[in-house]
């Protein structure tokens, strides 16, 4: 196939990956599953789309691309006919430089790749398979692991290792297997019980356009439907640097790839075209991890658990201890400009689940069955594009809560976003991942407005304010609260290779006191953050970057604390080369855990992670990559963390005694 690229994008395109994701996860936790996006976006860098063929739902999932750009490149297409040169898309509208720069590496230009119809001789001679094995472990031992005094084992049951399997097989873009085998640190390989070999496995026969069939799912799958208020699995991003993320893409069934062992179905479910609409209907058997105890004469579910952690006793005891059922459809009107969607469907557990005992757990979901259901909708007008979703829960108790916005580019230089939000206190579901300032989008009002200029050539500013009121207690907040953010995020992209980018960010929130008190006082809590960052594209196969950030934290009436961090990456990928890689040197000094910052750090292929740095000390890290064949990659990371105003790491079962913690990872990737 002939492809065409613009020459600056050919070598960066790792990069841009590792750029996107880092736009994405701003507000995201330090534990965060990554691996489905970075799989999600490496399979298309790999298997690039034919552009006069790519679809509105594949430019949905390179997330980077926000609904009026979709929308503009697809109006284009059918106005215009085929594109006959990549270089039209600088003059969609929405398309800037970066932009096009990022979307370059997932489409190409040409003749699509011809699939023949579906054969077993075909799916075997015609296939790719993609088979990756990874192995980590802290080289130091934590508390878990050590005996217990006068007993012959330890309060882990497993070994300190983590393992993954991770197998793929694709047939063209239309046919998909997925398989991936998990244990992790403290779990047990092939534990006795609860379990088919590793402590975690998913698997999935996934297949699309097949006729009156646009999907369908056997295993384990996702749902994302209208802005995730009534059902959203899988990943999910919020606030962030990408102003325009909070609307989220309406991706539907989509096949379930990463390892988080809670936010995902299991059963079947299909999308099937019936005249003007798509018909999905869903079905998922599936246990989840709880703490059962004794109550009111039946055994209740007091706690859920989503860690997906089975290491000490406990853990393993309330490993998929409570049945769930989960059946529905959604029903979806497509148009070209207007979309609407409803779903409804019904979750049944085996045993009743209990809203807990202290105040702030008042309104929490109680019962054996929980009804949800959602309208949403999208229209773009013009150049403006509205969404927004309506849900309904019933359980105990009933509640509607809603969340509507608008996006909309005033000019090609600017673009503004706004989002109103009403999440009551009342309001239960399972899969709720609607944007919001908690982690849950619940017990929640707020108002978020985004603006992004572009004043000038070469600069950008990307402003949003988020003001948000909390009706009901939450944990540590013992009245009802409220706060606001503010960011602020400015980049200067000097020439093909060099951009700088400024960054401040401000939270304001409220707390309990840290007084002994019969009854608690709200305390005010400020976090103020500042972030430099320097890239530089150094020759065709060298580039470096530097970050400076410094978090300023305060509440009311406890001592300021100001921490800081800056880091230096170096990063090699030379393009005809066996071998490739980067390394970090970071330096950084914060009082606390109150103080700390989160960086990304560059991993092996599809493991991201953005781990906390805070206290005193220096974290390294080098990555390494060696091509063995055309069809066999070996990946090796070694990271260490050196704290010199610590004698003791963590706590708990985590604990390690001493001042270093270092983590060895390699990983194994054959195709064929």
């Known amino acids: 196939m002939g492809i065409q690229s613009f020459n600056y994008a050919q070598n960066a395109t790792d990069l841009i990956v590792q750029q996107i994701i880092e736009d994405l996860m701003e507000d995201q936790s330090e534990d965060f599953d990554f691996s489905e996006l970075t799989e999600r976006l490496n ?38 006919g085929n594109f006959i040169d990549l270089l039209e898309l600088q003059g969609l509208d929405g ?12 489409v ?20 790719t398979n993609d088979l990756m094995i990874r192995y980590s472990q802290y080289l130091q031992k934590q508390n878990g692991y050590l005996k217990i005094p006068g007993f012959n084992l330890a309060k882990y049951s497993g070994s300190p ?70 059902l959203w699995t899988g990943l999910s991003f919020g606030k962030g640097a990408m102003i325009s993320n909070v609307a989220k893409p309406y991706l539907g069934l989509q096949p379930y790839k990463s390892t988080n062992e809670a936010l995902f179905l299991r059963g079947i ?25 004794l109550l009111n004469d039946r055994l209740e579910v007091e706690s859920m658990s989503q860690s997906g952690l089975h290491r000490t006793q406990n853990e393993i005891l309330d490993k998929q201890s409570l049945g769930h059922n989960l059946y529905g459809v959604n029903i979806n009107f497509p148009g070209n400009h207007l979309n609407i969607g409803l779903t409804a469907y019904q979750s049944a557990f085996s045993n009743y689940v209990q809203n807990g005992q202290l105040l702030y757990n008042q309104f929490r979901f109680s019962g054996k069955r929980l009804s949800n259901v959602g309208l949403n909708y999208s229209y773009t007008f013009k150049n403006t594009y509205f969404f927004g979703e309506t849900a309904y829960s019933k359980s105990s108790i009933q509640s509607l809560a809603f969340v509507n916005g608008l996006m909309s580019s005033l000019s090609p230089g600017v673009s503004l976003v706004i989002l109103h939000r009403r999440y009551p206190e009342s309001y239960h579901s399972l899969f709720n991942q609607a944007v919001a300032e908690s982690s849950n989008a619940v017990n929640e009002n707020g108002l978020y407005t985004g603006l992004i200029l572009k004043p000038i050539r070469k600069w950008e500013l990307a402003l949003y304010s988020d003001f948000f009121r909390f009706p009901w207690l939450k944990f540590g907040v013992d009245a009802p609260s409220s706060g606001h953010e503010i960011f602020g995020q400015l980049s200067y992209t000097v020439n093909k290779q060099t951009k700088y980018i400024f960054r401040y960010k401000l939270e304001q929130k409220q707390e309990n006191d840290d007084l002994e008190n019969p009854i608690n006082i709200l305390n005010d809590v400020l976090k103020q953050s500042y972030r430099f960052e320097f890239t530089s594209k150094v020759n065709k196969f060298l580039t470096i970057r530097n970050r400076l950030e410094i978090m300023d934290y305060k509440k009311e009436n406890l001592a300021a604390e100001l921490g800081w961090m800056i880091y230096q990456d170096v990063i090699y990928d030379p ?38 740095y805070q206290n005193h000390g220096i974290r390294f890290y080098l990555n390494g990559r060696l091509i063995l064949s055309d069809k066999i990659d070996l990946w090796v990371r070694y990271s260490l963390s050196k704290y010199s105003s610590l004698n003791i790491i963590g706590s708990g079962n985590e604990q390690i005694n001493g001042s270093s913690r270092s983590e060895m990872k390699l990983q194994l990737r054959c195709q064929f």
């Open 43 to 80: 399979f298309y860098r790999k298997n690039p789309i034919e552009i006069n063929r790519i679809t509105t739902d594949q430019l949905k999932e390179l997330f980077f691309l926000n609904p009026i750009q979709i929308n503009s490149f697809i109006d284009h297409r059918k106005e215009n």
């Open 108 to 127: 190409y230009l040409g003749l699509p790749n011809s699939l023949q119809a579906i054969r077993l001789k075909n799916l075997y001679l015609q296939g």
């Open 161 to 230: 290792q983590r393992l993954l399997i991770r197998y793929r097989y694709y047939y063209g873009q239309n046919v998909s297997a997925t398989l991936n085998l998990e244990k992790d640190p403290g779990e047990s390989l092939f534990p006795a019980e609860k379990s088919m070999g590793f402590d975690f496995s998913s698997a999935n026969i996934f297949v699309k356009n097949m006729g009156y069939v646009k999907k369908a799912v056997i295993g384990d799958y996702s749902l994302q439907f209208g802005q995730g208020l009534a």
């Open 269 to 293: 479910a299909t999308t099937i075209w019936i005249k003007k609409l798509e018909l999905t209907p869903f079905l998922s058997i599936k246990k989840m991890d709880a703490s059962l105890n």
């Open 575 to 612: 393009m005809k080369s066996k071998y490739s890689g980067n390394m970090r040197l970071a330096y950084f000094n914060t009082p606390g855990f109150n103080s700390r910052i989160y960086a990304y750090e560059n991993d092996v292929l599809y493991s991201y992670s953005v781990p906390a």
């Open 95 to 106: 398309f800037d430089k970066e932009t096009v720069s990022r979307f370059i590496n997932f």
